[in-house]
T-cell receptor, first 115, second 117 residues
Framework: DTGVSQDPRHKITKRGQNVTFRCDPI?????LYWYRQTLGQGPEFLTY????????KSRLLSDRFSAERPKGSFSTLEIQRTEQGDSAMYLC?????????????FGEGSRLTVL | AQKITQTQPGMFVQEKEAVTLDCTYD???????LFWYKQPSSGEMIFLIY????DEQNATEGRYSLNFQKARKSANLVISASQLGDSAMYFC??????????????WGLGTSLAVNP
């Protein structure tokens, strides 16, 4: 399978714990995005990488959130000291370029439940 | 103010019939793109169709077509010959191409479509 893959698909954790999600984009894609989606809402933009450079971060990304893409390939999203409000689906997407359409290719998401 | 409005929280359609999912948008950019994505219960966002603001013809992709009415700022998705597998959430999204603003999609709240056998 050569699509975007995310791991883990589901994570249940206790409040205050740290969690890390991994995203492997489509191999030739240099742009990578993280979105968060809560129940009944559309996705909300969190952050964007072009290669290894993090070019944009949403104000939604508090100082408890950090994202990396060290070699311009896979990316990790870490949430420290999780809170119940962090419970959501975390979606990763990649794209080859912002061209005519700039279509995003999404993974299946990582669902976080904070107890 | 919402930039993408999907007024139909839920829709039902009979199998093999056509259905229209509404989307209106708000932007002051002259150059923008409109997208429709499908999200089944598995969670993955699946790209369906794209319409650029300068495209003169309505986009079509198989059973999907986009009814683009620029003056009304609407970009409705039409699904013809509905299938049971079309049951999912459908999201309308927009990307504005102004400088520094083209990295993220702005999403509506979605419409839940149920196809009845």
């Amino acid at each position: 399978d050569t699509g975007v893959s995310q791991d883990p698909r589901h994570k249940i954790t206790k409040r205050g714990q740290n969690v890390t999600f991994r995203c492997d984009p489509i191999s030739e894609h240099n742009r990578l995005y993280w979105y968060r989606q809560t129940l009944g809402q559309g996705p909300e933009f969190l952050t964007y990488f072009q290669n290894e450079a993090q070019l944009e971060k949403s104000r939604l990304l508090s100082d408890r959130f950090s994202a990396e893409r060290p070699k311009g390939s896979f990316s990790t999203l870490e949430i420290q000291r999780t809170e119940q409000g962090d419970s959501a689906m975390y979606l990763c997407a990649s794209s080859p370029k912002v061209g005519i359409s700039g279509e995003l290719f999404f993974g299946e998401g990582s669902r976080l439940t904070v107890l | 103010a919402q930039k993408i409005t999907q007024t139909q929280p839920g829709m039902f359609v009979q199998e093999k019939e056509a259905v229209t999912l509404d989307c209106t948008y708000d932007t002051s950019d002259q150059s923008y793109g409109l997208f429709w994505y499908k999200q089944p219960s598995s969670g993955e966002m699946i790209f369906l169709i794209y319409q650029g603001s300068y495209d003169e013809q309505n986009a079509t992709e198989g059973r999907y077509s986009l009814n683009f009415q620029k003056a009304r700022k609407s970009a409705n998705l039409v699904i013809s010959a509905s299938q049971l597998g079309d049951s999912a959430m459908y999201f309308c999204a927009m990307r504005e191409w102004s400088a520094g603003n083209n990295r993220k999609l702005i999403w509506g709240l979605g419409t839940s479509l149920a196809v009845n056998p």
